[in-house]
């Protein structure tokens, strides 16, 4: 006896659609990337140099358990060669700033801005409650993030 499988419909269940959430209900983990460059405490600062070209922002310098220990900034790069340092004998644990400003992705974006205009960050490592680096946020990333829900255009409309 042949038994014949029995065709399933191809109909798709209906997906939820993405609900425009206003800007000023967005968080920092709704924006985030979590192509971020990170490196240890051991790395030399040479190697960290060639990370940063090569990455959107600056080095996060981790543990093992991916726990931010600092940040290694053009900043930071930059002041090492002006008192004359090898980055190739020096490590990040030389170089880095420590204990960096992070917010956890729960961060209102609004509060976030707020931050932004108020510091010379450019960006900020976001981190979860046990310190873990989970992402980076940009001034880029809050710009676009603006754009896509009309905040500019808002702001406008209200002078």
């Known amino acids: 006896m042949v038994v014949k499988k029995r065709k399933t419909s191809t109909v798709r269940p209906a997906r939820p659609r993405n609900k425009r959430v206003a800007?000023?209900?967005q968080t920092v983990g709704d924006v985030l990337s979590t192509r971020v460059q990170a490196a240890r405490l051991d790395t030399k600062g040479d190697d960290l140099a060639a990370l940063f070209v090569k990455g959107p922002g600056p080095v996060m310098i981790v543990d093992?358990?991916?726990h931010l220990l600092g940040v290694v900034s053009e900043q930071?790069?930059?002041?090492?060669?002006?008192?004359?340092?090898q980055w190739s004998a020096l490590s990040a644990k030389e170089i880095m700033s420590e204990n960096p400003y992070s917010v956890p992705p729960e961060t209102n974006l609004s509060t976030f801005v707020h931050v932004l205009t108020e510091s010379d960050l450019i960006s900020v490592p976001v981190v979860n409650a046990e310190n873990?680096?989970?992402g980076i946020v940009t001034r880029r990333d809050v710009v676009r993030a603006a754009l896509?829900?009309?905040a500019?255009?808002?702001?406008?409309g209200r002078a």
């Open 64 to 66: 093992k358990s991916k």
């Open 76 to 85: 930071d790069l930059l002041l090492s060669l002006d008192e004359g340092q």
């Open 152 to 156: 500019g255009r808002q702001a406008r």
């Open 132 to 134: 873990r680096l989970v």
């Open 148 to 150: 896509r829900r009309g």
């Open 23 to 25: 800007f000023e209900d």
